[in-house]
């Protein structure tokens, strides 16, 4: 081997020297579970729209969102958000405003006019949906987007279901429901309205379907007696909801007692301070921490005026004023009668205490179960009848348009795997991305944006949506804001802090490989990982 | 500051790369088409903190100089594990002679670059703490003297390693080594000894003196680039843990410099003509503790009973960085 003067060796010639063979413990990529992804019941895969949305590509991040829901505009404005409350982010500061991102990305999708991708090929099966409420459109949609025929037979006159009966305007404007709704049907779902399906087997007779998925809802209100006089006025929350989408707005009179302490009680409440009560009480019979009302919802109605009567219920309702007994709590958190009276000035009390299914549209399905109410279905979302499957508020599950949806595509997959004659098996689930997984020094401080609200002095008197939306700028902030919990997102760290340059970068989008024959195993890769998503496992020896 | 950091992309610029911004924003390593002066194969420690600080450096260098770069070494790890013959790591024209005379190999190249005209071609000698606080200081303090253009680069990580840790003029105050074992009345080091380098290079008023840490990359990036921009004499002293002579997991390596800079017991600053100007500020301050704890060289301060005095004296330490170089930023703008 001839040399310049005084060259002895060949640059890198180390390679020679495979320290691979050091190695106890190998670093391995994965891809871990998000907590937001794990909390939604839709299913979404918010981490990886949000990875979308953060370089701002905000279409692939809608085109990724709706795989899962195809109602983000929707849903940015009605769901619970279970996503944030399970935020990693929430350890460092507040959680990432995912909800209010997903509205972003819904309200972008209208405004840009996308448009969803047609099926590739028809199955030439046909599925009837009962029901065009969320978890039907969800059920719908899925079901469309994998080449089958859908027929929804609504019996009510538009589609929409509890997001439009049940949500009032001013969280949900009926032009971002109906765009959302339109979008869904252009891909070739025919609606039927004013179409009540008395029989639902005679309906899959008469139509020639293959499988139907009941989504009909709750929508009768649950009574309690009360002793009323004659002239006193009564009336259930889902009815004055549903005549608020009518011409004739319910008469409510100046002082409303609303009786109950779910989200729909209020509603109510804020509708009926809308329409002009000068008094809204809700009357609770337990307290504010065992209400099952979501509390932001709750400091929006005291906001606006709304007066909440704590551990009381009414035992008697005149024409002008209604009784009330004050209550306490048991040391088993039940609340039990004090005997103490109380009378207050009412001109209408509206129940808001729950709703029961309309289940007479089974009868006389064989092997179909029922229950407290409810149809029961399996794992699959099937009834106890073939090819007949449900979802939405008529099965037992936590009732929000978020679980309804979920509903309809856990449905939707079985339906489709029933109809070709397999069975559905959903991919196993990876292990949670803990906080504990991750790296938090990387993330830069960066606390949560605030959505602008309406003034309370036009909350109070008009149905303008009360909370407004991010702009461009505040929703890629927001997204830049997500941890990636699990989910590489190509930060290179560990393409830099390998001191064996052992890590290969295999380019934009492409994230990174291993070169195990000069992997030390060190670990530096796994501890500087700012998402937590390498892990070290034992190298077989 | 030379280095200004970008907030609010997601990891802003804490992490090596962020696809969030434009090439020409992110670091050097971050690069496919970094140089990886020191490659693959060479025979560090698992976990070892000088082959990346040197990896981060040069390649840094290397990209500062348009490629146009020799490396002087000393002896040390450095030169031991990257260079056993017939094999090199090393992909840089690079040299080792001997223990003591990096800075006066180097101080030869650069004046025979200047004989030859071949000037755009820049110098680095580089070296651990014993190669450049003890054993070299001559003839660095040489190099400083007569401002000879040449950037040094030491890696410290606070003891002769490669033979076996033992104490030498950068080993810190209370830590077990070889030759300061943890015994007696005030186990490991002694306080009030050692060499503060970086002051020292500060008094020969060369143009241009920095710390960094491994553990902030865009920080030692910046600073190599600026040291580059000079001509003259110029030293950049490189905080690098050692998982074997500090007795830490190979994994905590960053961690642990990290810690270094966050307690104030390695202050993070640059200077120009003898002045500082500028410091890197704490992001979250905490107790030295912090820093002591994980590695086993300390471990005596936390036996039973706990050595209290000592690691208060090491905190007295840490706060008097903090004081000296304004590591706190006071303004309410920290992080």
Same mark, same amino acid.
């Given at each position: ?63 990724? +969102? ?110 971002? +429901? ?10 070739? /779902? ?6 009540? /399906? ?59 007692? /609303? ?7 209020? !509603? ?78 009412? !001109? ?13 549209? +089974? ?55 029933? +109809? ?105 890769? /796994? ?15 | 500051?030379?280095?200004?950091? *970008? ?97 006066? *190999? ?14 755009? *071609? ?154 500082? *100007? ?58």
């Amino acid at each position: 081997m001839r040399k310049p003067f005084a060259i002895t060796l060949d640059p890198g010639s180390s390679l020679a020297n495979h320290t691979g063979t050091w190695r106890t413990l190998r670093p391995e990529y994965v891809d871990r579970l998000p907590p937001c992804n794990g909390a939604c019941p839709a299913g979404e895969n918010i981490q990886g729209w949000l990875y979308h949305a953060e370089s701002g590509n905000y279409e692939a991040a809608w085109r990724l +969102l709706t795989q899962d829901n195809p109602m983000p505009a929707v849903m940015g404005r009605v769901c619970y958000h279970p996503c944030e409350s399970s935020c990693n982010r929430t350890r460092l500061d507040a959680a990432v405003g995912i909800n209010s991102v997903e509205r972003f990305l819904g309200d972008e999708a209208i405004r840009h006019g996308w448009h969803f991708d047609k099926p590739p090929a028809s199955s030439g099966k046909r599925v009837l949906v009962v029901g065009a409420g969320p978890s039907g459109l969800s059920a719908a949609y899925h079901l469309a987007r994998l080449g089958h025929a859908v027929e929804i037979h609504e019996a009510g006159p538009v589609a929409g279901g509890m997001m439009r009966f049940g949500i009032p305007k001013y969280r949900l404007p009926r032009e971002v +429901l109906e765009a959302e709704v339109r979008r869904i049907l252009a891909l070739g /779902v025919a609606l039927h309205l004013n179409s009540k /399906v008395s029989s639902v087997l005679e309906s899959m007779q008469r139509g020639r379907f293959d499988a139907a998925f009941l989504a009909v809802g709750a929508h009768i209100a649950k009574r309690a007696y009360i002793p009323a006089g004659s002239a006193a006025k009564v009336l259930d929350a889902l009815s004055v909801l549903r005549s608020m989408e009518g011409e004739e707005k319910p008469l409510l009179g100046r002082r409303v007692v /609303v009786y109950g302490g779910g989200n729909t009680a209020i !509603d109510v409440a804020r509708t009926a301070k809308r329409l002009g009560a000068e008094e809204a009480v809700i009357v609770y019979r337990r307290t504010r921490e065992k209400m099952p009302a979501h509390d932001f919802e709750v400091e929006e109605a005291l906001q606006e005026g709304v007066l909440i009567k704590w551990l009381s219920t009414i035992r008697q309702a005149g024409d002008a004023s209604i009784t009330v007994e004050r209550m306490v709590l048991d040391e088993k958190g039940f609340p039990q009668p004090t005997g103490e009276l109380e009378t207050l000035a009412a !001109d209408s009390v509206v129940l808001a205490l729950g709703q029961d299914v309309d289940l007479a549209l +089974l009868d006389g399905v064989p092997g179909l179960e029922k229950k407290d109410g409810a149809v029961q279905v399996g794992p699959d979302m099937m009834t106890g009848h073939p090819g007949i499957f449900a979802g939405g508020d008529m099965v037992p599950a936590e009732r929000t348009v978020t679980v309804a949806i979920g509903h309809g595509k856990k449905a939707a997959r079985h339906i489709d795997a029933w +109809l070709r004659g397999t069975r559905y098996a959903p991919p196993p689930k990876h292990e949670p991305a803990t906080f504990e997984r991750l790296n938090p020094w990387y993330y830069s401080d960066a606390p949560k944006s605030v959505l602008p609200t309406l003034d309370v002095v036009r909350r109070q008197s008009t149905f303008d949506e009360v909370v407004k939306g991010l702009d461009e700028s505040n929703a890629l902030y927001e997204a830049r804001r997500c941890l990636s919990c699990g989910n590489c997102f190509e930060c290179d760290n560990c393409y830099g802090v390998c001191p064996d340059n052992a890590v290969i970068k295999l380019g934009p989008g492409k994230r990174f490989q291993f070169n195990y024959d000069y992997c030390k195993g060190c670990g530096l890769c /796994v501890a500087e990982c700012p998402c937590g998503a390498i892990r070290m496992v034992p190298e077989e020896i | 500051m030379s280095f200004q950091p *970008v907030k609010f992309y997601q990891t802003g610029t804490f992490t090596v790369g962020n696809r969030l911004l434009a090439p020409e924003e992110r670091s050097v390593q971050a690069n496919l088409r970094r140089t990886n002066s020191l490659n693959s194969g060479h025979r560090a420690c698992q976990g070892c903190g000088e082959a990346l600080g040197a990896r981060y450096a040069i390649d840094a260098a290397m990209e500062a100089t348009q490629r146009q770069l020799i490396a002087a070494n000393a002896t040390g790890c450095l030169e031991v594990f990257s260079t056993p013959y017939p094999e090199t790591s090393w992909q840089i024209p690079w040299i080792h002679s001997l223990f003591g005379n990096a800075a006066a *190999v180097a101080t030869g190249i650069a004046a025979a670059m200047r004989v030859k005209g071949r000037e755009h *071609v820049r110098v680095i000698a580089q070296g651990g703490d014993g190669g450049t606080t003890d054993i070299g200081f001559g003839c660095l303090s040489g190099m400083f003297e007569r401002n000879d253009d040449v950037l040094y680069i030491c890696y410290d990580n606070g003891a002769y390693m490669n033979t076996g840790v033992q104490r030498s003029s950068a080993t810190p105050p209370a830590a077990r080594t070889a030759t300061t074992m943890a015994v007696g009345a005030e186990p490991g080091n002694v306080f009030g000894q050692g060499k503060d380098l970086p002051a020292i290079a500060m008094a020969h008023r060369i143009p241009y003196v920095a710390t960094a840490t491994v553990a902030e990359l865009r920080d030692l990036e910046a600073k190599v680039r600026r040291a580059m921009e000079f001509r003259g004499a110029r030293y950049i002293h490189i905080f690098v843990p050692c998982p074997l002579g500090w007795g830490h997991a190979s994994d905590q390596t960053i961690r642990i410099a990290r810690l270094a800079k966050e307690t104030g017991i390695f202050p993070v600053f640059e200077a120009e003509n003898g002045e500082v *100007v500028s410091a890197s500020k704490i992001r979250r301050r905490l107790p030295v503790e912090e820093y002591l704890r994980p590695q086993k060289r300390f471990a005596h301060l936390f036996g039973k009973p706990p050595r209290a005095d000592l690691i208060a004296r090491m905190q007295e330490l840490a706060d008097r960085n903090i004081r000296r170089y304004g590591l706190v930023d006071t303004s309410g703008a920290q992080r």
